[in-house]
């Protein structure tokens, strides 16, 4: 199942391409409803390489849901950058998410685009997803309001 949403973000085409990369950023946007925890040792600032890596997922921070494998790669273009999770999981043989940020007049239009399947469970997984972007895409308008502040990344202003 497909799965488009997205968000006008007030900051520069250079300050969602850094932050995207880390660990710190994924667990920021995705707190309390999710919490990644890489399998190898891996720090908050540290970016993300174009390869998989294993994650232990819990749901609220504390509810155990099982390993998952983000398979990361990087599209960098004029004026967009696109970094891609195919992602896969026991519960979920398919997470293709792909998170582009373009250029626009006044920030960037930034968009959550995802191909979901789960069996028999993919509607659940979807609707899942829908609520979980929708989420994520809040906590990126804020930290790009208060200039990735709370990352400590991207110190010149939006």
């Known amino acids: ?34 919490k990644f925890d890489p399998v190898e040792l891996l720090s908050e600032h540290e970016s993300l390489e174009t390869r998989p890596y294993v994650m232990k997922t819990k749901l609220f921070g504390w509810l155990p849901l099982g390993l998952h494998t983000m398979d990361f790669s990087y599209i960098d273009a ?26 626009k007049e006044s920030g960037l239009l ?17 609707l899942f997803a ?11 308008k804020r930290l790009a309001i208060h200039n990735f502040q709370a990352l400590n990344v991207g110190s010149e202003s939006c």
Request: with cysteine.
């Open 78 to 103: 004029e004026g967009s950058f696109t970094m891609r999770d195919n992602g896969y999981s026991a519960l979920c043989k398919k997470w293709d998410h792909k998170m582009s940020f373009t250029t």
């Open 130 to 140: 829908f609520c979980f972007y929708k989420h994520r895409q809040h906590r990126w």
């Open 110 to 126: 930034y968009r959550d685009r995802a191909d979901i399947r789960a069996g028999a469970l993919t509607p659940f997984v979807w």
């Open 1 to 34: 199942m497909k799965l488009d949403v997205s968000c006008d973000l007030p900051c520069e085409l250079f300050q969602a391409r850094s932050a995207v990369k880390t660990l710190g950023l994924l667990n920021h946007v995705a707190s309390p409803i999710m």
